[in-house]
């Protein structure tokens, strides 16, 4: 399974049009085949970074189905699509991503995906990118060892983070030592006390992950990003 | 077919060891399979941009192909001797592009492609990455089709388009054009870079003039292959 991750620049003057375009556009043509859905429609919340930027995240079912879609958004019935909606931002970057083996998300039903737009209450998550200086599978696995794991043995009501995936850039399509986290905040009075104070001593000390982490990298960049009220997934 | 193309950051206290990994390994095993190819291996000329930045174009015969090439690179056969590759190199940026329906270069028969690394005089390529201006990708598109393209095929050009390329769809940046430009005078190459540009290529109806309407900004790398890379 593969996982298409875009960053778009939306012209802020239009950007109802471009969540109406992938509401209305992306999702429905996808659903008409097994092989792809959008699963994430998410802003990067404004207060927090880089104005009107939208994070989407399109799931393919393998690399097959990747290249024929591809083929679709560059030649074919949905050329014409993507050609407009350019004309509704200023650009896109994006990065096709495969799950760690660790990754409590591996594969997603993709048919069982919502595609109707149904609506709900929106959900915010903390997608961290890291950049390692240790080698790449060292990161991945010491994000399972400090920070995973261990964070499994706190009480769900205790977490801040609901850690529902972690990726890695499928060779040749990006930068090659990155490693994504997607975790849903369950608790945003928490994040924001995560926001407004400082770190206590004893999460700075060793054997603590804020110490420990910086065997493996120290450069990071968190983001906040709020679904949608129609995202299939949230 | 797929274009792999990489720019690798390389350590330069290690560059020789890093051009060795991708002669005697990644060209090699990739042979022993049918899925893709080296296609060049070429060094940023020193002088005439970042050091020591090695750029590799790695052919895929389709998306399948290249997808059992991410996973073997992932957890399987070759996810060792990538991890020993980047103790080689600070990183590495790739973009996999699909060729424009006008490019020279659609498919490559990997037959033909050497995989033994017999040597060769380098040759220099300028390879050309542009961004057209919002909303004129296809415009720019087509202008460069039939415009520029056709204004290098005349009889011992200076500089001619091998290969014309846009990212594939989830790969970096949508609105972006690759051409890698072989060039095949270098005395004019000297001239090129030395000169100002004539008065008289720069006027209405011409290139540089024309495709103005389309895009103002580019980045052109002169690349040297290496004695040995599959294509030169």
């Known amino acids: 399974m593969l996982f298409i991750h875009e960053t778009h620049r939306v012209d802020g003057r239009h950007e109802d049009d471009f969540e109406a375009a992938y509401r209305e556009g992306w999702m429905p043509t996808l659903a008409k085949s097994d092989d792809a859905r959008l699963l994430w429609y998410a802003n990067?919340?404004?207060?927090?970074?880089?104005?009107?930027?939208?994070?989407?995240?399109?799931?393919?079912?393998?690399?097959t189905a990747w290249g024929k879609l591809g083929e679709r958004v560059l030649h074919g019935d949905?050329?014409?699509?993507?050609?407009?909606?350019?004309?509704?931002?200023?650009?896109?970057?994006?990065?096709?991503?495969?799950?760690?083996?660790?990754?409590?998300?591996?594969?997603i039903d993709l048919p069982g995906v919502p595609t109707d737009g149904v609506e709900h209450e929106t959900s915010l998550f903390m997608e961290d990118t890291g950049w390692p200086y240790s080698s790449l599978d060292d990161y991945i696995q010491c994000w399972y060892d400090i920070y995973y794991e261990p964070m499994q043995r706190v009480p769900a009501d205790m977490q801040l983070l609901?850690?529902?995936?972690?990726?890695?850039?499928?060779?040749?399509?990006?930068?090659?030592?990155?490693?994504?986290?997607?975790?849903?905040?369950?608790?945003?009075?928490?994040?924001?006390?995560?926001?407004?104070?400082?770190?206590?001593?004893?999460?700075?000390?060793?054997?603590?992950?804020?110490?420990?982490?910086?065997?493996?990298?120290?450069?990071?960049?968190?983001?906040?990003?709020?679904?949608s009220s129609w995202s299939p997934l949230y | 077919m797929l274009l792999m193309h990489e720019v690798h950051k390389v350590n330069g206290t290690k560059e020789d060891d890093f051009e060795a990994a991708y002669r005697d390994g990644w060209m090699p095993m990739?042979?022993?399979?049918?899925?893709?190819?080296?296609?060049?291996?070429?060094?940023?000329?020193?002088?005439?941009?970042?050091?020591?930045?090695?750029?590799?174009?790695?052919a895929a015969r389709d998306g399948a192909a290249w997808g059992?090439?991410?996973?073997?690179?992932?957890?399987?056969?070759?996810?060792?001797?990538?991890?020993?590759?980047?103790?080689?190199?600070?990183?590495?940026?790739?973009?996999?592009?699909?060729?424009?329906?006008w490019s020279p270069l659609q498919e490559v028969d990997f037959a033909a492609v050497p995989v033994d690394g017999r040597e060769h005089e380098p040759t220099m390529y300028m390879e050309d990455t542009m961004w057209p201006y919002e909303g004129k990708l296809d415009d720019?598109?087509?202008?460069?089709?039939?415009?520029?393209?056709r204004s290098l095929q005349y009889e011992?050009?200076?500089?001619?388009?091998?290969?014309?390329?846009?990212?594939?769809?989830?790969?970096?940046?949508?609105?972006?054009?690759?051409?890698?430009?072989?060039?095949?005078?270098?005395?004019?190459?000297?001239?090129?870079?030395?000169?100002?540009?004539?008065?008289?290529l720069r006027g209405p109806g011409t290139w540089m003039h024309d495709a103005l309407e389309v895009r103002d900004q580019w980045e052109s790398k002169l690349l040297r292959t290496s004695i040995w890379s599959p294509l030169f």
């Open chain 1, 44 to 63: 990067h919340a404004h207060g927090s970074g880089w104005s009107y930027n939208v994070v989407t995240v399109t799931g393919v079912s393998d690399a």
């Open chain 1, 78 to 107: 949905l050329h014409e699509w993507a050609r407009q909606l350019d004309g509704l931002r200023h650009d896109v970057k994006g990065k096709i991503l495969v799950p760690v083996h660790w990754s409590p998300m591996q594969e």
């Open chain 1, 162 to 227: 609901d850690i529902q995936a972690c990726f890695q850039t499928a060779h040749g399509s990006y930068q090659r030592r990155e490693a994504i986290l997607w975790q849903k905040i369950r608790d945003h009075d928490r994040l924001v006390g995560l926001l407004s104070h400082d770190f206590p001593p004893e999460h700075r000390r060793p054997g603590s992950y804020m110490y420990d982490a910086l065997e493996f990298r120290d450069q990071w960049e968190s983001r906040l990003l709020r679904t």
């Open chain 2, 30 to 58: 990739l042979a022993a399979g049918d899925d893709a190819r080296l296609l060049w291996y070429t060094n940023h000329a020193h002088g005439s941009g970042m050091s020591y930045q090695v750029v590799t174009v790695t």
């Open chain 2, 68 to 101: 059992r090439l991410v996973d073997r690179i992932r957890d399987g056969d070759l996810q060792t001797w990538m991890r020993d590759l980047d103790l080689l190199r600070h990183e590495v940026i790739g973009t996999l592009q699909v060729p424009l329906p």
């Open chain 2, 140 to 149: 720019y598109i087509e202008a460069c089709g039939k415009v520029y393209s």
């Open chain 2, 156 to 200: 011992n050009p200076f500089i001619a388009i091998e290969s014309a390329v846009q990212p594939a769809f989830g790969s970096q940046t949508r609105g972006e054009v690759t051409l890698m430009q072989r060039i095949h005078k270098l005395d004019q190459l000297g001239r090129l870079l030395g000169r100002d540009i004539d008065p008289a």
